[in-house]
């Protein structure tokens, strides 16, 4: 059996951090993208969350770095 990944990454612009991974070759998952995160799929294993810093910060209780 394959373990799933899930990545969450914090992005000062969604947009441009999807158009991105697109030219990578991931997928965009509209079924879970918002203006605030977009959920990129690689393969049926691996999936990349593109999170606003502002969405990123609900889930961490620590300050985001540069």
Known sequence: ????VFVNFPVA???RSVAF???LGFKKNE????EEAG???W???F?????SHDFY???IKYYLSN
Do not use: R
Not at 31 to 34: G, L, P, V, W
Not at 47 to 51: A, Q
């Open 39 to 41: 959920s990129m799929v």
């Open 13 to 15: 612009d969604v947009n």
């Open 43 to 45: 393969d049926d294993t």
């Open 21 to 23: 991974y697109e030219k």
């Open 57 to 59: 910060k609900k889930f």
């Open 1 to 4: 059996m394959n373990s799933m």
């Open 47 to 51: 999936w990349v969350m593109l999170l």
């Open 31 to 34: 079924e879970f993208s918002t």
